[in-house]
């Protein structure tokens, strides 16, 4: 399989800024912007959603990055570093390229917002619509049935 953004020179900083552009350029406001070792998110307001993405890191420490994939030898200190940044360049051009169609999408006519975003719309309680559901899907279909409409 292809991996979009394979060996991208972009830096993390530039996709930042350039999610930033194209969510102002199609009307949210309100960025936050956070990371942790293991994850990023991204959130912003527009059309009067609250959207979060959580985006998944690699692990600095994963052995894709700390040895050579050919004969499994121990990568120097720089040589992880520039691996794993590597792997986070294609991770936020990723991001950058899916809130980017997924806004033409809605632009487009193709879809509307909030079937577009479901997933990533924030409830009032918090979580998003996907973290939500997922569990209740999983459910539905180990048990065959309908969950309920609404959690109470």
């Given at each position: 399989?292809?991996?979009?953004?394979?060996?991208?020179?972009?830096?993390?900083?530039?996709?930042?800024?350039?999610?930033?552009?194209?969510?102002?350029?199609?009307?949210?406001?309100?960025?936050?912007?956070?990371?942790?070792?293991?994850?990023?998110?991204?959130?912003?307001?527009?059309?009067?959603?609250?959207?979060?993405?959580?985006?998944?890191?690699?692990?600095?420490?994963?052995?894709?990055f700390t040895h050579t994939p050919d004969r499994g030898l121990e990568r120097p200190p720089a040589g992880v570093l520039k691996e794993w940044e590597q792997a986070c360049r294609e991770k936020w051009r990723s991001l950058a390229l899916l809130i980017k169609a997924k806004l033409e999408a809605?632009?487009?006519?193709?879809?509307?917002?909030?079937?577009?975003?479901?997933?990533?719309?924030?409830?009032?309680?918090?979580?998003?619509?996907?973290?939500?559901?997922?569990?209740?899907?999983?459910?539905?279909?180990?048990?065959?049935?309908?969950?309920?409409?609404?959690?109470?």
């Open positions: 399989m292809t991996i979009y953004a394979k060996g991208t020179s972009v830096s993390v900083e530039k996709s930042k800024a350039e999610i930033e552009r194209t969510l102002q350029r199609y009307g949210a406001t309100e960025f936050v912007y956070g990371t942790t070792p293991d994850r990023a998110l991204v959130a912003f307001n527009i059309a009067d959603r609250r959207v979060k993405f959580i985006l998944p890191l690699p692990r600095r420490d994963s052995r894709e809605v632009e487009s006519g193709i879809t509307v917002f909030d079937e577009e975003f479901m997933a990533q719309i924030v409830l009032p309680n918090g979580k998003t619509v996907g973290e939500f559901m997922v569990p209740q899907i999983t459910e539905s279909y180990n048990s065959g049935s309908m969950p309920p409409l609404l959690e109470m």
